[in-house]
């Protein structure tokens, strides 16, 4: 430094000195200290962080309708504490659009229209870390999934591994995605391709349970399907519960309390603690539907296996059952209808045939 007076150096010392106190700050300050709503948790590899799923995250309505699995929209999930979103994406026409099962009759909207809205929601939440889940039922190729990225403009937040395939505890710390701003984790059970490292093959990173199950009693913790070393892989559990409508299996509302439960018979806590004693370790991902029957049941759940306290500061969302049970007959355990109570007998009729339809041709893989 090239000083005329004394006293001008020094002011220019002390100048330069604020400076990097100031640059220091500011670098501080760019590190995250609450991850997911939580200190404890920045420290913590995402491999080793339980997370609620949504179950066909986007399949919103009327409990009353087969095809729905939530009662609220992707924005409530996230506001209400789910943290990774489940998809089924269909290829219509070259189109990606999120149906339960049949664009036909269950078509819930474009990929990229949803995606806008995660995209929203993770601007206004800088310090949360997201995973989407994709179940790609058409085999579409990853480029168009990364066109849909790019059009809600999630390609520039979604982490990319260094590697195709990461264990468990190979995972960066929630902290770490939030600084380098890289906190939207992307899964695609088929059709990964290394051009697009965003789009992470699931299989050979998460192993998952049974799914579609209509007896509680059979929620296990043995490995359904994985394409890697279940030893060392992050794993996720089915915990939604069927019923057989028609003959096919169905979204159970009825049984949500019960199943969203933190204890008990056939409940989410009894899965995870089955998992403990089977696997020696809690799931990663709990995926549910209806989450927020149970009124915040899952959630709890997951703060236990996290070591963190559920304590969220606006009630979450309510069931939506006004009107299921108010049409039909009052007592919805047994007899008639089970199921889709809201609905004519010949809508419910009609979209079994379709389900069956598409079964038998082979169109329905995951309900
Ligand atoms: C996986 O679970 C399904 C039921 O969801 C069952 O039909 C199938 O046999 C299971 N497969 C394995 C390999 O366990
Ligand atoms: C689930 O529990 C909530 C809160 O206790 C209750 O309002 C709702 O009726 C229950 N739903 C069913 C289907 O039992
Ligand atoms: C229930 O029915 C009433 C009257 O038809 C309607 O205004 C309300 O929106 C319905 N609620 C739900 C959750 O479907």
Redesign the pocket.
Known sequence: MHCHARFYCSLALVASSLFSLAAQASSLSTRATVCNGHAELCERSYGSVSFVGAHDSYAVG?TSNVFVNQDHDVTQQLNDGVRMLQLQVHNQGGALRLCHSICAIADSGLLQDYLSKVKSWMDSNPNEVVSILIVNIDNSPAPSFDLAYKAADLDGISFAPETPTLPASGWPTLGSMIDSGKRLVSFLDNGADPSIPHLIDEFTNIWETAFNLVNPDLFDCTVNRTKGDTSTQMFLINHFLNKLVAGLPAPDPDNANVTNAATGAGSLGAHVDTCRTVQGRPPTFLLVDFYEFGGGSVFQVAADINGVTYAPTTPIAQP????SS?SSSPSSGSGSGNGATAMSASNSMAMAFSVLSAVTMGVVSVL
């Open positions: 009327a939506v059952t006004a009107n108010t």
